[in-house]
């Protein structure tokens, strides 16, 4: 697992790593671009949200939403893609913490319309994954929705046939969710809907019922 000197050191050169390995179709990055938009559109539906962010990296989707006039808050561990994504989004509030220690104090206080977060929870276990999600929502105002994007699948089946087709290259310092596992944890308490955008992506929905 990189941890934030890792992310430092690949701030500038994160985007075309992504681009060469969606372009290829290949684990971990195909269909990136599509779970991004997914997202996007999804909260493009409630014009001028609040949405916080998690993960942001260099700010590729929280800048398309910042541009159209949604306010915008992010939590990451790299100081050196904050400073990428503060040239992107000026005004935004980007806060410099590692969100598996927990969310900011600076955060807890505040409402959200959108809890985003896209290929950044997969640095947490399965276990925190839980923990972390349940922590969002007393942050979601009553009609919110969490969105999390990354490289994931529907069952536990489907991720390990991933993984012994691109046994070689996969990452085992990374825990990759499956929706049926999270839907399974989390009970019947909340609203999950799983889509799968590519082999290796896709995008959990989570809202209050």
């Known amino acids: 697992m990189l941890d934030s000197t890792g992310f430092d050191l690949w701030a500038n050169g994160y985007d075309k790593s992504v681009n060469l390995s969606e372009k290829n179709n290949e684990y971990p990055f195909a269909g990136y671009k599509d779970v991004l938009n997914y997202v996007y559109n999804q ?3 409630e014009d001028g949200a609040n ?8 700010g590729i989707l929280a800048t398309q939403l910042y541009n159209n006039g949604y306010s915008v808050t992010g939590i990451d561990f790299s ?3 904050i400073d990428i994504a503060k040239q992107k989004m000026p005004q935004a ?3 410099n913490r590692d969100f598996s220690k927990g969310l900011s104090d600076e955060i807890k206080n505040h409402h959200f319309d959108f809890i985003i977060s896209t290929y950044a929870i997969h640095h947490l276990t399965d276990k925190e994954k839980i923990n972390f999600i349940k922590s969002f929502f007393p942050l979601l105002n009553k009609t919110g929705k969490i969105f999390l994007g990354d490289v994931s699948f529907e069952t536990r089946n489907q991720l390990e046939k991933c993984k012994a087709k691109y046994n070689e290259y996969w990452d085992n310092d990374e825990f990759y969710f499956t929706a049926e596992e999270i839907k399974n944890n989390l009970n019947d308490e909340y609203f999950c809907e799983y ?3 590519s082999h290796c992506a896709g995008v959990l929905i989570i809202a209050n019922k």
């Open 43 to 45: 909260v493009r539906k």
């Open 51 to 58: 949405v916080l962010d998690i993960g942001f990296g260099t």
């Open 79 to 81: 100081s050196n893609m």
């Open 93 to 95: 509030t980007l806060i």
């Open 195 to 197: 889509i799968q955008i």
